[in-house]
């Protein structure tokens, strides 16, 4: 994220008002993400599986159970990792459920016990505590028993980036907080940054390998090619959430969506915010196209071997799987409205 001077206090929602029908249909118009629509064919076995687990843990209670799966949230690991072994898919559609369960704890509030919870899940992913309580909340435990089953295959660097990943998008989940009862809007400019880390992609695109059992060479994953891969994914990720979740966050009083962030300061209309979000949107779609080719230009450059030229082949669709997979369950999940904006 930016510096703290780049986030602005307002008062008042910003921006001009709009006068066309409700914000759902105008956002819930033409968001499109290439490629086909995949459905992991496990998560019949696996989302019941799931669920079960979650409610056994505590991280779902009746309430929030019942939510869960009218949005089918565990059924978005399933659009996203369409290609992971149905074990795999298990322990992705756990943590899924668990994102969740964190992103709704911290729309409620109150944000001193939210925030006291997110920096104990923080400790527990970076290994800063020494032991997870019992009585600790359930979604520290939970992490202090998935991340060590889905770290244990991963190589050392990997791994390490996993967790470093995860931190970074607990510390955005405090950044809300913050935000939210300060009235603070970010700048376009920190926003940006800012949101490829709060979307989750960092640590999720790590799991791409995991889904896939395949690891890129740590040359390929540092490489400008693939780096540019990832954020304009995240972007593309990022920006399709906050155009299907504008009116939600509305209603909640968030001021981190990027609708919001351009009508407050570049004093549109929310319709016009609207406009302007889904032409950014259409504008990181097409340099993912140009990222991915560019990504398979400096591999095949490389002289990379069989398997590791394959293994960037198949991270590379699963960025665009989950770019398009995303896309896929944001309108079909009732999380964000029944017509899917």
Same mark, same amino acid.
């Given at each position: 994220?930016?510096? *703290?001077?780049?986030?602005?206090?307002?008062?008042?929602?910003?921006?001009?008002?709009?006068?066309?029908? *409700? @914000?759902?249909?105008?956002?819930?118009?033409?968001?499109? @993400?290439?490629?086909?629509?995949?459905?992991?064919?496990?998560?019949?076995? @696996?989302?019941?599986?799931?669920?079960?687990?979650?409610?056994?843990?505590?991280?779902?209670?009746?309430?929030?159970?019942?939510?869960?799966?009218?949005?089918?949230?565990?059924?978005?690991?399933?659009?996203?990792?369409?290609?992971?072994?149905?074990?795999?898919?298990?322990?992705?559609?756990?943590? *899924?459920?668990?994102?969740?369960?964190?992103?709704?704890?911290?729309?409620?509030?109150?944000?001193?016990?939210?925030?006291?919870?997110?920096?104990?899940?923080?400790?527990?992913?970076?290994?800063?505590?020494?032991?997870?309580?019992?009585?600790?909340?359930?979604?520290?435990?939970?992490?202090?028993?998935?991340?060590?089953?889905?770290?244990?295959?991963?190589?050392?660097?990997?791994?390490?980036?996993?967790?470093?990943?995860?931190?970074?998008?607990?510390?955005?989940?405090?950044?809300?907080?913050?935000?939210?009862?300060?009235?603070?809007?970010?700048?376009?400019?920190?926003?940006?940054?800012?949101?490829?880390?709060?979307?989750?992609?960092?640590?999720?695109?790590?799991?791409?390998?995991?889904?896939?059992?395949?690891?890129?060479?740590?040359?390929?994953?540092?490489?400008?090619?693939?780096?540019?891969?990832?954020?304009?994914?995240?972007?593309?990720?990022?920006?399709?959430?906050?155009?299907?979740?504008?009116?939600?966050?509305?209603?909640?009083?968030?001021?981190?969506?990027?609708?919001?962030?351009?009508?407050?300061?570049?004093?549109?209309?929310?319709?016009?915010?609207?406009?302007?979000?889904?032409?950014?949107?259409?504008?990181?779609?097409?340099?993912?196209?140009?990222?991915?080719?560019?990504?398979?230009?400096?591999?095949?450059?490389?002289?990379?071997?069989?398997?590791?030229?394959?293994?960037?082949?198949?991270?590379?669709?699963?960025?665009?799987?989950?770019?398009?997979?995303?896309?896929?369950?944001?309108?079909?999940?009732?999380?964000?409205?029944?017509?899917?904006?």
């Amino acid at each position: 994220m930016g510096k *703290t001077s780049a986030f602005v206090r307002v008062d008042g929602p910003g921006g001009r008002a709009s006068h066309s029908g *409700t @914000v759902r249909e105008r956002a819930g118009g033409p968001v499109r @993400v290439p490629g086909p629509s995949l459905l992991n064919p496990g998560l019949r076995q @696996v989302e019941p599986q799931v669920m079960a687990w979650a409610r056994r843990a505590g991280l779902l209670s009746a309430l929030t159970s019942g939510q869960a799966g009218r949005e089918r949230q565990a059924a978005m690991a399933a659009h996203v990792w369409p290609w992971a072994a149905p074990k795999r898919l298990a322990e992705l559609a756990r943590l *899924t459920l668990w994102m969740f369960a964190v992103d709704d704890d911290s729309d409620a509030g109150p944000a001193h016990g939210t925030g006291a919870e997110l920096e104990a899940m923080a400790h527990a992913v970076g290994g800063w505590a020494r032991a997870v309580p019992a009585s600790a909340p359930p979604a520290v435990r939970v992490l202090d028993e998935v991340v060590p089953r889905v770290t244990g295959v991963m190589g050392p660097a990997w791994g390490d980036r996993f967790r470093r990943h995860l931190v970074a998008w607990i510390r955005t989940n405090q950044d809300m907080l913050r935000f939210r009862g300060g009235h603070e809007v970010p700048t376009p400019e920190a926003y940006i940054a800012w949101r490829r880390v709060s979307g989750a992609t960092g640590w999720c695109f790590d799991l791409i390998e995991y889904a896939q059992e395949s690891e890129l060479p740590a040359g390929v994953w540092f490489s400008p090619a693939c780096r540019a891969l990832r954020e304009a994914a995240a972007d593309v990720i990022g920006w399709t959430n906050d155009l299907f979740s504008v009116e939600k966050e509305l209603r909640s009083g968030e001021t981190t969506n990027l609708v919001l962030v351009l009508r407050h300061h570049r004093g549109l209309t929310l319709d016009e915010a609207v406009d302007e979000t889904r032409l950014w949107h259409a504008h990181r779609v097409a340099a993912l196209r140009t990222a991915t080719r560019d990504l398979y230009a400096a591999a095949l450059a490389a002289d990379l071997a069989p398997a590791q030229l394959s293994a960037v082949c198949q991270y590379a669709d699963g960025i665009h799987a989950w770019a398009r997979g995303f896309l896929d369950f944001s309108r079909d999940s009732a999380r964000y409205g029944a017509s899917g904006g």
